[in-house]
């Protein structure tokens, strides 16, 4: 489903570790800083140890901010069960996990049919390979570089050889890190070829968070540049 332009950087800011009690407001913040989309992370307490929230809040959400780009980071059991919701409350991008999925086909279907992007979700122990029969049916491709449920745990290196097994075999698609992205991460990842970076921690809790933010996309667009003057 990936085109044929070249993927380009995307940053996408997780609010996760944000002061939820004034989430429109952490958003804004993160919009004004420079970000690209916002990275919406949804657990049930099932798939990963831990909660947070659902579609009644991005329904909330999505009339505050209209043209942002909402991608669910969807950390669920029974992904199938919320894909009408998320669309329905405003979401853009249904991230699931492949772990947690029984029909895979038939769920990329449902969320496409739903209006929304595709996107598959690799836990740190997921062999990448596993994507390979279904690689045609998605938009995105996330690679967790934590195990998935809490924000401020360090970076995974060991995950970029994924990443870079993705961007040689699928020079189009969208590959999407998640979990202990920052300035000190981010050139490994933008080497391996990943072009939408999730960053939580290191963006939430800067004094100054367009500077994280600039700081990550330059890293990204730099690796973009050399990488296609190397074609
Ligand atoms: O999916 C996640 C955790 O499961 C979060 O998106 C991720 O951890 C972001 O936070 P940080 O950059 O602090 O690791
Ligand atoms: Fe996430």
Redesign the pocket.
Known sequence: MSGHTLPCCKIGP?I??ADLSCLADECRKMIHSGADYL?L?V?DGHF?P?LTFGHPIVKCLRPKMPDIYFDM?M?VQNPEKWVESMADAGANQYTFHIEACEDIPALCRKIQESGMRVGV?LKPGTPVETILPYSDLFDVVLI??????????S?MEDMMSKVQYLRTNFPYLDIEV?????PNTIDVVAEAGANMI????????ASDPSQVIALLRNSVENAIQKSQLER
């Open positions: 997780s996760l570790c990275h992370d657990m990963v831990n980071h950390m979700g967790m570089t934590v195990e998935p449920g809490f924000g401020g745990q970076f998640d979990g202990g992205v920052g999730v960053s939580g921690t290191a963006i939430t809790g």
